[in-house]
T-cell receptor, first 115, second 114 residues
Framework: GAGVSQSPSNKVTEKGKDVELRCDPISGHTALYWYRQSLGQGLEFLIY????????KSGLPSDRFSAERTGGSVSTLTIQRTQQEDSAVYLC?????????????FGDGTRLSIL | AQSVTQLGSHVSVSEGALVLLRCNYS??????LFWYVQYPNQGLQLLLKYTTGATLVKGINGFEAEFKKSETSFHLTKPSAHMSDAAEYFCAVRGPTGGFKTIFGAGTRLFVKA
């Protein structure tokens, strides 16, 4: 399809395990964002990629969280040694060029549950 | 720093009634403003946006919003609610002083009663 694709749609894992979440942005979009949405909460910014620039990681909550974007396209968000408080929906979004007036296009998210 | 306040975490209306979802922002310079809708188990979908020009913005599904600089508001309205409008709505603000970050409000869940 032409939209932002995220996988898996659901992930259940045990506390302490590592998880990888994948995001495939809209083709041609240079800007990519990761957000976390906890139950009943708004969106918490995690990280932003724009083209070949160094990503802004200022929203990552701890050093257990990391993300990369290979070839300016697909991005992977990795959470190491998961904790129960990491349970949330992780949303990925992309926009054409990161300009302020560009809307973001969201994937359906990955629902992460830590047991 | 920019911020967004959505008044009312839950709003309930009857089918056919007016929908009004409130959003106020704080920014020293008029920002770009967005409304997104989120249906269950889905990501956010853009409803409408204000960047420059006409302050009354029309979006999808019959929604519209008016940018009022004097009130620092960007309230979302729809004249007649439909059952399919039941969802969560997020107001968001970005730039020109906030950098790349889009700041989202906490969201308002809209319930539509038959």
């Amino acid at each position: 399809g032409a939209g932002v694709s995220q996988s898996p749609s659901n992930k259940v894992t045990e506390k302490g395990k590592d998880v990888e979440l994948r995001c495939d942005p809209i083709s041609g979009h240079t800007a990519l964002y990761w957000y976390r949405q906890s139950l009943g909460q708004g969106l918490e910014f995690l990280i932003y990629f724009q083209g070949n620039s160094a990503p802004d990681k200022s929203g990552l909550p701890s050093d257990r969280f990391s993300a990369e974007r290979t070839g300016g396209s697909v991005s992977t968000l990795t959470i190491q040694r998961t904790q129960q408080e990491d349970s949330a929906v992780y949303l990925c979004a992309s926009s054409l060029d990161g300009a302020d007036n560009q809307p973001q296009h969201f994937g359906d998210g990955t629902r992460l549950s830590i047991l | 720093a920019q911020s967004v306040t959505q008044l009312g975490s839950h709003v309930s209306v009857s089918e056919g009634a007016l929908v009004l979802l409130r959003c106020n922002y704080s920014s020293s310079v008029p920002p770009y403003l967005f409304w997104y809708v989120q249906y269950p188990n889905q990501g956010l979908q853009l409803l409408l946006k204000y960047t420059t020009g006409a302050t009354l913005v029309k979006g999808i599904n019959g929604f519209e919003a008016e940018f009022k600089k004097s009130e620092t508001s960007f309230h979302l309205t729809k004249p007649s609610a439909h059952m399919s409008d039941a969802a969560e709505y997020f107001c968001a603000v970005r730039g020109p002083t906030g950098g790349f970050k889009t700041i989202f409000g906490a969201g308002t869940r809209l319930f539509v009663k038959a």
